[in-house]
């Protein structure tokens, strides 16, 4: 197979039948050996940490194939730790649609002098960053988006209406082990002009509080597939 692109996480490979295969490593994103899902390095290794991250995004993409919405999902080998994905052209260089149901974090950072942590954005806040470090992942507006030509918005509306739809089902899912979501992130891509959820949805890729506390992400997976 030809290596497309090697990732933090992931290695992207190219199949013969025209689709790609995600391989899921046990790196992870952290600093100085902790594990941290906002770092930008690989910071630590843990061991079946790539396969219980597939095995999560597994279990949520069933989850978005029965209420209708499309993704790149096609099939995965939870012991080879792939998943063959349909093959779909990213947003730019790449961009982060990030949903938040309650604010904190760098939304807390930027707005904290309209709005408390911890705050319930009622209906959730739908927020799109440019993938660059160095840069310190820039906001882009959708009227931003269609003036650079990284998408029309009509597209970015339909991507809005599908992270929506998508954080609501993760997060009624997480209600029913008593776990409150209170924001997630998403990449998309287009797959024949068409806008689809690609890449994972996994626990590093969420804030998620039990009682009031924050769930460390291996915790959260755990809960997420030992139910």
Known sequence: MKKLYEGKTKDVYELEN????LKFKDDCTG?????????????????????ANLRTSVYYFDLLKEAGIKTHYVSANVDEA????????VFGHGLEVICRLVATGSFIRRYGEYMK??????????????????????LVTSEGLAALGVMSEEMFASMKEQT???TKIVADDLKTI??????????????????????????????????GQIVDPVELTKLILNR
Do not use: H, Q
């Open 82 to 89: 792939t998943m063959e994905v349909l093959p779909a052209t």
């Open 117 to 138: 942590d911890g705050t319930v954005l009622d209906g959730g806040y739908v927020e799109c960053t440019f993938k660059n470090d160095e840069k310190g992942d820039p």
């Open 164 to 166: 929506l739809k998508i």
């Open 18 to 21: 025209g689709n790609v295969m």
């Open 31 to 51: 600093k100085d050996g902790v594990f941290d899902p906002g770092e930008n390095s690989v910071g630590l290794t843990i061991e079946g940490i790539g396969k």
């Open 178 to 211: 008593g776990l409150d979501l209170w924001d997630i992130k998403f990449e998309f891509g287009y797959n024949n002009g068409e806008v689809i959820l690609i890449d994972e949805i996994a626990s590093g890729n969420m804030r998620v509080y039990k009682d």
